[in-house]
């Protein structure tokens, strides 16, 4: 039994190894002269030295809905290949001061099992046009937040959304964040005509109706946010 028990940590600590961990920064502000700030200290400061520790693939975004809120948001998005490598980024970080922002979130995620790795969107047209869509997903306890990641996994919704074309860039477990237990996943379209359009397929298909339908899976998300979003100029995709 011990031997079993051992095997088993090991193949678990294998599988977690593979698996890209992910770092969310949400900036929030409500001026133009912080988001210029934070615009510059991004792309001058902290990306450069991002990039020069060895983080590729950085993803900064603002949200359509910026331009009529009061809580005006930017999502910077970091990949790590494994929990030490975020550990050891961090710590080498430049301790410049940051600018003027109204307040700063982190959230940590783990890449799912069947969806291990970032996949940069395969997009087309221009740049100013492209939508990223972050989606949040909470549940209202730990066993209805596994039936969901179990749905997303073994029960085909990561393989559904690739064959209809979503583009997505990750797909995760959030492990510390303010909204506990939930899950995000980002998706990528050429428009937002384009979004509309791939959602609306998703709608009707036949294969999503009918895992939606399946009674183990009902009642497994208890609050959904959708986030609409462009990304910077200076974003790496």
Not at 47 to 76: E, S
Not at 119 to 145: H, I, N
Not at 162 to 187: C, K, Q
Request: glycine share 4%; aromatic share 12%.
């Amino acid at each position: 039994m011990k031997k079993l028990i051992t095997m088993l940590c090991l193949i678990v600590m294998m599988q977690a190894q593979g698996k890209q961990i992910y770092q969310i920064s949400v900036y929030h502000f409500n001026t133009a002269e912080q988001e210029s700030q934070l615009d510059t200290y991004l792309s001058k400061t902290l990306i450069p030295a991002l990039h020069k520790l060895g983080c590729a693939n950085i993803g900064v975004f603002k949200p359509i809905a910026n331009d009529t809120a009061a809580d005006k948001k930017l999502y910077m998005l970091v990949p790590y290949k494994n929990w030490q490598d975020l550990y050891s980024v961090r710590s080498h970080l430049p301790k410049d001061a940051a600018p003027e922002y109204s307040r700063m979130e982190s959230i940590i995620l783990e890449a799912f099992r069947l969806a291990p790795q970032m996949t940069l969107p395969k997009l087309s047209g221009s740049k100013t046009d492209f939508v990223y869509e972050l989606r949040s997903y909470e549940s209202a306890t730990e066993k209805l937040y596994q039936n969901k990641v179990q749905m997303f996994n073994e029960g085909g919704e990561v393989p559904l959304f690739e064959r209809l074309g979503f583009n997505a860039v990750f797909y995760a477990d959030v492990i510390s964040g303010s909204r506990m237990p939930n899950l995000m996943y980002m998706t990528s379209f050429n428009s937002m005509k384009a979004r509309d359009e791939h959602w609306k397929t998703f709608s009707d298909d036949a294969e999503w109706k009918t895992l939606s339908g399946k009674p183990e899976y009902q009642g497994n998300v208890s609050k959904a946010d959708i986030i609409l979003m462009h990304s910077t100029a200076y974003s790496d995709y």
